[in-house]
């Protein structure tokens, strides 16, 4: 249900329902859903990326095809998550199997691209949202198999972060996403980001490499936390704290044989990017409680 002021309310709408919905409600519902829809299409194409890019192929030609029997993928076989549950997990042709990481990818594409909607309504922040979930999930993913940050997708991240820090700057609400900072505001906001989400991490990294002799954090790790310091301001402090803390819970909870092997960062910066942008001021504010500074 909208409240007084005609407001959408995600939480009363859960309990309400499309029943007791109004208008405003309905139009927002519809546009989530759409996002959900098209983000689990992009989810595809992200997975195509994730498999690809690291190993130097086309991302266009040739079409999907079964690695082990060549068949082409058909848009029936190709509708994102369903298809994977409808073909039980196997080549339609010769019943290899399609590993489980492809439907679950799509998904996740689709509930991000859906929460960047539902946060940002139809705005540039939506888009410059969705732009940073997209890239974070396709990174986080590459950086699992192949303990890389491409460059390329990097960059592309930076450059929308830019593209919001600039509009901002304009006037229009933009980056950071966090906050509501505008003008001048934004742009100093933005550049303490950059400046504290590269600086930070590469004097700890610096000082690690004199004292143990080895690099604990890589310079794609680096890279990204700049890129993210664009789309968070100094907010990306919150993406290594919740990226250190969730890397260090499951160097824990991971069998031995895992944690031996480097486990990557990047796909706990990720999910620390993630969180910030959707809930940053919140758990900033509970966090603040916690330690009875507010
Ligand atoms: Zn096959």
């Not at 959408?8 to 859960?14: E, N, V, Y």
């Not at 396709?138 to 198999?145: E, P, R, S």
Request: charged share 15%; aromatic share 10%.
């Amino acid at each position: 249900m909208c409240d007084e002021g005609g407001r959408f309310s995600p939480a009363s709408f859960l309990v309400g329902g499309l029943k007791g919905s109004c208008l405003v409600e309905r139009v927002v519902f519809l546009q989530v859903v759409v996002a959900g829809a098209v983000g689990a299409v992009f989810g595809s194409f992200a997975n195509v990326v994730i498999w690809r890019l690291p190993r130097g192929e086309s991302l266009v030609a040739p079409g999907s095809h079964c690695p082990r029997c060549g068949l082409r993928i058909a848009w029936y076989d190709n509708v994102p998550v369903l298809a994977w549950f409808l073909l039980r997990g196997r080549c339609r042709a010769c019943g290899e199997p399609i590993s489980w990481r492809y439907p679950l990818v799509e998904a996740a594409s689709g509930l991000l691209w859906a929460a960047a909607v539902l946060t940002w309504g139809q705005s540039l922040r939506a888009l410059l949202g969705i732009v940073l979930f997209y890239l974070s999930l396709i990174l986080a993913a590459i950086d699992f198999d192949h303990r890389r940050l491409p460059n390329v997708l990097v960059g592309i991240l930076a450059a929308a972060g830019l593209g919001g820090a600039v509009a901002a700057a304009a006037g229009v609400p933009a980056c950071p996403l966090v906050g509501s900072a505008r003008g001048a505001g934004a742009v100093l906001q933005a550049g303490a980001g950059v400046f504290l989400g590269g600086g930070v991490p590469l004097v700890a990294a610096l000082v690690y490499e004199r004292v143990r002799g080895r690099a604990g954090l890589g310079m794609g790790d680096v890279k990204l936390l700049a890129a993210y310091g664009l789309f968070l301001g100094p907010y990306v402090l919150m993406v290594l704290f919740i990226g250190s803390i969730a890397g260090a819970a499951f160097g824990l909870a991971a069998p031995r044989r895992a944690r031996d092997a480097a486990i990557p960062f990047g796909p706990f910066l990720a999910l620390g990017a993630v969180t910030t942008a959707l809930w940053g001021e919140h758990l900033l504010v509970a966090y603040l409680r916690l330690a009875g500074l507010r």
